[in-house]
């Protein structure tokens, strides 16, 4: 299509009176989006800068494994896919945690019956593409990369496949574009838009852990978990019974590792269980096949310009992937302003600010925690305390399930604001402690009161004949 026939196509879409929405960005949060507006009529053009996924030989770009659970599951549920999806992943219903002896110690996610599922990322996006295309009023276009576009009137500009310059007008711009977002670079030349970017001074690198006489080499309804304090490998099951494995390091720590010997070295000291899993030469392929990949988490405010256009997922809220809730919150995203939608009748004037107002309370706040998560999963799970406090708040919870909640079953398991989770999670940890601390000085003093009450008896001190036993020793002699 040439810049005639998209120019056609923007006078065909004001003959139909219907809105047109214009969604750049066609990765899985992208094409969530576009179904949701298909599904609500609008007319709808996608536009990715990297050609269809479906057809491509090599995928590109991340692949670590999905962590999908409530939030995304509810958004699929709502363009009728759910089933489908959970049916391509795999449960895992705890996190295994891997000592140094070798030692397999499970901590469930929440009650029996919770869990979280690996899903692959390649085969998502393709499935989300798929049901963009069941739509008759979307069209997607693939190869198309936006050099910039107008918050006054709505017009793009793309760089198309054939290298020529392709204009394109929407009355609503979706940026889903991702952390490096193009959409968003409007947005930092007007005032009073914050925006931060965070690059954490920890990469990964990603490895493969093959099949082992034709099934998985562990157990699989588990998120692995290696913790070493400062760093950590993590292991997610795929569909083809291998696991994706990936490490978490410093990148000073990557850095050192130049040879084969040293990262055998390396394994052989922190993870030995791993290596017979994973195997040697694997390892080392693998290892040295990329370098180290750096992870960024962004925050800014407000989501939307004017009435023309508004920033989802990781274009608005890209965060660090410990929590497992990057694509989660994505898909909430749409969840939310599809929500927002019914609430001011699709005015687009009023939809986006509340969007805004909403949402970014809530993303920021889960960007902070997927941060926190990371700490909690290098380092906390090995400690006693940590493990104590996670048995006695499921305990609680059992006792007053609607009191006392523990955090992590309020992000994964239910859809309270992010934000509203933080809240109540920091008051229970206040209540909780205190009761500890109030406990612990009763049982203290409790204590020391039965020991003082039933002590044993002692005869009365002779001080006398103590006197003459000392005088006897010489103690006090010059």
């Known amino acids: ?5 998209m120019d056609l196509s923007a006078k065909k879409k004001k003959s139909s009176g219907k809105k047109k929405v214009a969604v750049v960005g066609g990765g899985l949060v992208g ?9 609500r009529g609008f007319d709808v053009a996608l536009f990715e800068y990297r050609e269809d996924i479906r057809c491509a030989k090599v995928v590109k770009g991340r692949s670590i494994n999905l962590a999908l659970s409530h939030r995304g599951r509810q958004a699929l549920k709502h363009i009728g896919i759910e089933e489908k999806i959970v049916s391509m992943g795999i449960p895992m219903r705890a996190r295994m945690i891997h000592s140094l002896s070798g030692k397999c110690s499970p901590i469930p996610y929440g009650r029996k019956g919770q869990y979280i599922l690996s899903v692959g990322r390649a085969n998502l996006n393709k499935e989300l593409l798929s049901v963009v295309e069941t739509y008759p009023n979307t069209e997607l276009n693939f190869s198309h990369k936006l050099l910039d576009w107008s918050p006054e009137t709505g017009t793009m500009t793309f760089h198309g496949p054939d290298g020529a310059e392709r204009d394109f007008e929407a009355d609503l711009i979706v940026g889903c574009d991702g ?3 193009t959409t968003r670079k409007q947005f930092l030349r007007r005032s009073r838009f914050d925006y931060s970017q965070t690059y954490i001074p920890h990469g990964y690198i990603e490895l493969t852990m093959p099949p082992r006489n034709g099934d998985f080499a562990m157990e699989p309804n588990f998120l692995h978990i290696w913790p070493r304090n400062t760093f950590m490998m993590i292991a997610l099951p795929n569909v083809d019974k291998t ?10 720590d990557f850095e050192k590792i130049t040879t084969g010997d040293e990262l055998i070295a390396f394994f052989q000291k922190h993870f030995p269980d791993s290596i017979p899993l994973i195997g040697v030469e694997a390892l080392k392929r693998d290892f040295f096949l990329l370098p180290a990949q750096a992870l960024v988490w962004v925050k800014c405010s407000p989501y939307h310009m004017l009435d023309r256009c508004v920033l989802m997922g990781d274009a608005a809220h890209a965060m660090v992937p410990f929590y497992g809730q990057g694509m989660n919150a994505g898909f909430e995203d749409c969840l939310v302003f599809n929500e927002i939608m019914d609430q001011f009748n699709e005015d687009f004037a009023a939809v986006l600010p509340e969007f805004s107002r909403v949402r970014a309370p809530d993303d920021h706040a889960m960007c902070e925690l997927a941060m ?12 006693r305390y940590f493990l104590f406090r996670k048995y006695l708040d499921g305990a609680l919870n059992y006792i007053m399930p609607k009191t006392i909640i523990p955090l992590y079953t309020m992000i ?10 933080v809240i109540q999670w920091q008051w229970q940890n206040k209540v909780i402690t205190r009761g500890l601390w109030i406990f612990g000085t009763m049982s203290v003093a409790g204590g020391a009161y039965l020991l003082m009450k039933y002590r044993p008896k002692t005869p009365p001190i002779n001080v006398e004949e103590l006197w003459n036993r000392v005088l006897a020793l010489g103690w006090l002699r010059k």
């Open 1 to 5: 299509m040439d810049r005639a026939s």
């Open 31 to 39: 094409a969530l989006c576009a179904s949701f507006f298909a599904k």
């Open 179 to 181: 952390a490096f977002s």
């Open 243 to 252: 696991f994706t494995c990936t490490l978490f390091m410093p990148f000073e």
């Open 372 to 383: 926190y998560n990371y700490i909690e999963m290098r380092s906390h799970v090995n400690s």
């Open 412 to 421: 994964t398991f239910t859809r309270t604001r992010y934000h509203e989770a």
